[in-house]
Each structure stands twice: as structure tokens, then as C-alpha cells.
């Protein structure tokens, strides 16, 4: 080869409901020829098929699938997530796919005669969501290193992942888009992307602080890029006769969630504004979240650094009681970064 | 922009005091089904009488009949272009497939005033596409991008066609002695039906090519899908127009796609599909890298059935059919002498 070339490393797994955790194919995510690659951009994408109950337009099933990312003995992706038995978080590789950034609907007719017709417009959409992780940094991969995914369908959380509403499998496909060296970069150092993810269980009045606050374990600094977040909420129950929902709701009305993230020194990270009042209750004046977050790309972009053994955390406090009884509110945020690794 | 570098000594515009006047032109024709048509190709002349630089060109498909459901859009018009008889374009490319798509691209305007009375306007749709040069491409005095188009047959109708090339004009002592001319190829799959798995169909060797003798640098793959959905309705007479949605359904679950290079190179090893290779918002996948001679890519296009559905699956009694073919282009660009 006499020059740089593209590539895709792609890979696709059916995952049943209640699948704990599947390897993609680790062949397939790896090239076969001794070249370095160059990789710019991490996704995931998730296809439930036309043979789930629901078929309204607004699921994102990001919040359905988690995905663990890793590259020789570097975990990409870390995080806590909440579970009935652990409803500040547990510790795990896994974080949300909808947390790997932007995401992007794909709606889908289907054409037959009892879901939707193309004539008129009374299509009924089904929908595929695809998310990218565009990396800051680029990520070089050595020769014959696989980049593994592992992928699971958090069934666990019952109220998101509902039985009757997704009876079936989903099909995931992940890939790692980039370029093909000719020649083998001279590297001094190569960075090292990561993101970590808080993900409380927040399903009722209490104030919830993150279950551990994210310690930077590496002997390098790492360098804070970007915080992505959003509320995956269950609308619990059926209104207007459209299914049940899950999706993003930054914007309800009032905001579902207020958030603080504190830094290295213990300091509010958000300057709220305008200021929320303080109150008993509400003593450090946490901020609504679709303030912090940018409407489109729920995410906002940070320039910050943690030392070695720094931590950053987070509280999240919800706003309005629930309005029906199995309406389910989960917070989800996660702190992108990386760290330059010396070679 | 920076100016100068690329005129090498010739060109010091603050000494000069050139402004470097912005410049529009714009022409347009009317194509019918299945024929060629070229604008008025003297319009797209600097009427300075000095060198210019292009730095985006816009292409316009518009309706030009009333018909409710047939849709304009770039998939319908072929373009063919070319500067100082090299070639830009490999023969007729599909509009759409120069430039990235952007937000909005597909319009819904009023054009009738019966429309506004009789309803069914939002079907109404004309097309804009823009293609951003990634380097200026210069043209010397008297000198016009050629430009030809042709109304491929997608949508049964007259299409208006316009092109607009947009830059700036240079001083006369402007003549650098290399450009970075732009070049597209594209492979345009057969149509697959809706209802059926399709065969894998490969992309000719001959088409995602370094035709040229000199290194051609990639800059981008565009893949769109081309959906067509024939109707009987509007008083049982059967009228073809491209959906936007259908294009959705095909290009979400029913395509996927390889992709090779003719030197060995694999891009995509496995079935993939057709948007997480090509692009999912704005349907293009930057690559840049470089293409030696003799040296070009290879596509394979699979459509699958459609999935599972709770009950069967079946065309609606008003389609006639629905099918869809896939247009991935390559963008890019090499080095020519100035005539």
C-alpha cells in the first residue's frame, strides 16, 4: 500500500431481551494486514426491526443498549450505572449508546397495509437511531489490536426496555471509521480517548449524589472535553393512544432534572444562570438540566483537567413528582476525555 | 481566504489593490424526460473579460408541471461538467452526489396559485444542492465551466435545471500555473424492488477510478438513495414521484454495502449498512487520500428484504411498485496545467 486509505471496521450482534453482554465479532474489528490504523470516529447503531409493538417516532433506544468499548488493555468506557439493587450505580465497563454523542433518528415507513402507506400522508414510522462518537483526539491503533465492543440490552431497567413493548430482538451494529496508515506514525506519545458515565436512578424525590464520584486512575492528566447528558424518561402510560415512549426529555416542563457537577478543587462547575433560588431543600443551587445542555446535541463543551487521583462528581436532585405511578426518570451523564499515553 | 500563494509572484494583491469582486452567474434550461439540455453555457462567462476563481457551484431542480405527486430532486437530474475540455465530472453525475447534503435541500413551495385553493400543495417540491469546491478552481478569461444536464427519467416530468457558479474575479496578472481541478465519479446501483431481496451488484471497475495519469485525492464518498414509488391515484393514471420517506426505509435497513479498493485494500470487509458506510445526516463519509493512477474503489450494493412485520408484508392497494437505487460518488481532485 503507497498510500493512506480509508476503512470501516464493522460488526453487527441480535440481541434478545435480557442479553447480559455480547462480544461483537473480534475479527472483524481488527484488519488483517500489519498496519497501524488512524481511527476517528466510534458508533453504534440499533435497529429494533419492524416487529416491535411500538412504532412511534420518538424512541430512543440509546437509552435501551450499553456498550463497553475497549482497545488492547485500555477501557474507553467506564461507568455507574443505576439499578434497582444499586440505585446510586453500580461499576461497570458499560455506558448508555445514547451517551456516545449526538445521535441521529432514522425513521422508517413501513409500507404495508396496516402500518403505513406511502400515498398520503399518514405514514407510521418506525425508528433506527445511530450514534457517533467523534473523537477529539484521534485514536492510533497498533497493527493486529482488535477494537472490542461488547454491547447488552439493560433489560434490567424493565420500565425503559418494557416486555411488551419490545418482545424481540434488536440488531446492533457497531464500527471504528478512520484511515489505514501507509507507514507507521511517529508517535511520541497517543492519545488516549475515555468516557465515563453517571447514570442515578432518580425515580422518585430524593437527592441523588453519584454513587462514586470519577477518579482519574492514570498517572497522566486527563483533559475534559465534553459533557453530554440527558433524562431518559418512561411517559408511563399511554396518552393520546400513542404508545409509550422512551426518549430524551431535557425539556419537559418543569425541567425533570437539576444537576450540580463538581471539579478536581470541590467547586460548582455550573454558574447558573439565571441564579436559582436557593432553599432548604435546594441549598447549592443546582441547575436545570436543559440549561446546561444544548437542545440538539444534549452535550456542551468543557476545557477542564484532572491530576492523578482528582475526581470530578455529581448530585442530581428531581424537580416535579411523578405524574403517573410507574413514570420512570434516569438521569444520564457522561464526561468525555483523554490522556496522552507516552510510547 | 488567504489569496496570492497559489498565483506564486504574480499575484501581490495589496500592491495591486485589487478588491477581488465577488462574481455570481447563473443559467438555467429546460430538460425534458430522457433528453439532454445545456444552459446557456455564455452566461457562465466572466463579463469582466478577467480571470475568476469558482469557489461553489449550485444546482436548481425545478418542477415544471403541476403534476401532485411527482418530486424534484437531485436524483432525477444528471449534470456533466467540464473546464478547459478536462474533464470534472465522469460523463453525467446525479446532482446530489457533488456536495454534501445540507439541512434543507428540498423545498415545498407555492409555485400555483391553484394550489392555493385546491390543496395538496405540500406535495409540490423543488430541490437545491450545493457543491463546495474544496480548493478554487480557476478559469482563465473567456473561459466558461461547461455545463450539461440531463433529465434521467426518475420523475416523469419537464425539470427545470439551473446552475449557479459563485467566486470571486482575479486581476489579469492572476494565472497560476497548476489547478486543482475537482473531479466526480459516480456508480449508480439498478433499481431493487421493495418487496425482495435483491442480488449484490459491484460497482464496474472503471467507475470509482483514477482515470487521469497523475495522483487524483480523494476527498469525500456521497451515498445517496434514489427512491421511487409509483402511484395510481390522482384519477387512476399512474404517476412515479420520490418519497422522501421511502428513501428513509431503504436506506435505513434495506441497503448495505461493501467496499474495496482494485490495489487489495479492503474499507469495509463485511456487510454494512449502507448508511453507517456512507453517512447517515448528511450523506458523506470524508476519506481524504490518495489515488495513484490506475488505482479505484470498488462498491457492492446488497438490498435485503424487508423485516419481519406483524402482519404481511404487502404494497399498499394505491403502489403500483417501490424501489430504490443507490448513487455512490466519489469526490475528489488532482492537479492540471493551465491551458
Partial sequence: MNHDAPITLDASVIMDRGNGGLDVDLAAMQTTSRDWLKITELRVFIDPGQSQSNSSEQIDFGFMVDVSISVGNEDLTTGFIGTPSHPTGERIAYIPAFLLGPRIYQRFSTINNSNAQFAADTHAYAVQNSYAWTLQRALYVPPNTPIKFKVRRSSTIALLDDATLYPNPFTVEVGAVGTRLAVKPRLSSRSMPHLHAWSPRNDDSTRIESGEAFRNLHKQSLRLTRLTGATATNLGASINGISIDVRQDNELTPDPTLIQIYDANNQDVIVPLPPVPLSASNPNAPVPISSLFLAKTNSVRISDSLQQNQTYRMIVSPVAAAPASNLLRLPMIALESFREVPL | ?339
Avoid at chain 2, 466572466?46 to 415544471?64: D, L, M, Q
Avoid at chain 2, 454534501?100 to 406535495?123: D, H
Avoid at chain 2, 435505513?252 to 447517515?280: E, Q
Wanted: glycine share 8%; with cysteine; proline share 6%.
Fill in chain 2, 1 to 339: 481566504m488567504r489569496h496570492g500563494g497559489r498565483y506564486g509572484n504574480s499575484l501581490n494583491a495589496a500592491k495591486l489593490g485589487q478588491r477581488f469582486d465577488p462574481l455570481i452567474l447563473r443559467a438555467e434550461t429546460l430538460v425534458e424526460v430522457g433528453a439532454n439540455g445545456s444552459p446557456n453555457n455564455n452566461a457562465l462567462i466572466n463579463p469582466t473579460g478577467e480571470p475568476w476563481e469558482i469557489h461553489e457551484i449550485k444546482f436548481g431542480v425545478r418542477r415544471e408541471t403541476n403534476l401532485t405527486y411527482a418530486r424534484a430532486t437531485g436524483a432525477a437530474l444528471d449534470v456533466s461538467l467540464s473546464w478547459c475540455g478536462q474533464k470534472v465530472t465522469d460523463g453525467f453525475v446525479p446532482v446530489w452526489n457533488c456536495g454534501a447534503a445540507q439541512a434543507v435541500e428540498e423545498f415545498r413551495p407555492l409555485p400555483a396559485t391553484s394550489r392555493l385553493v385546491t390543496g395538496e400543495y405540500w406535495r409540490a417540491q423543488d430541490s437545491f444542492y450545493s457543491w463546495k469546491l474544496d480548493h478554487p478552481l480557476y478559469v482563465p478569461p473567456k473561459t466558461a465551466l461547461a455545463v450539461q444536464f440531463r433529465n434521467n427519467g426518475l420523475v416523469n416530468i419537464p425539470l427545470r435545471a439551473s446552475v449557479a457558479l459563485l467566486g470571486r474575479v482575479m486581476p489579469r496578472s492572476a494565472k497560476p500555473t497548476k489547478v486543482k481541478v475537482p473531479y466526480v465519479s459516480c456508480f449508480k446501483s439498478n433499481f431493487y424492488d421493495y418487496l425482495l431481496a435483491g442480488a449484490p451488484q459491484v460497482s464496474p471497475e472503471n467507475v470509482l477510478f483514477n482515470v487521469f495519469n497523475v495522483p487524483l485525492t480523494i476527498e469525500r464518498f456521497i451515498g445517496r438513495v434514489a427512491a421511487r414509488v409509483q402511484t395510481d391515484e390522482a384519477g387512476g393514471s399512474a404517476l412515479v414521484y420520490v418519497d422522501q420517506i421511502a428513501r428513509l426505509a431503504f436506506r435505513g435497513s434495506l441497503f448495505s454495502a461493501k467496499h474495496r479498493m482494485t490495489d487489495g485494500n479492503i474499507v469495509a470487509r463485511d456487510w454494512v449498512k449502507f448508511g453507517n458506510i456512507y453517512g447517515w445526516r448528511n450523506f458523506k463519509w470524508n476519506v481524504r487520500h490518495v489515488l495513484d493512477p490506475e488505482v479505484g474503489h470498488i462498491v457492492e450494493i446488497r438490498k435485503n428484504a424487508p423485516p419481519n412485520s406483524p402482519t404481511a408484508t404487502t404494497l399498499n392497494s394505491n403502489i403500483v411498485d417501490a424501489t430504490a437505487q443507490t448513487h455512490v460518488s466519489m469526490v475528489g481532485w488532482r492537479e492540471e496545467n493551465v491551458p
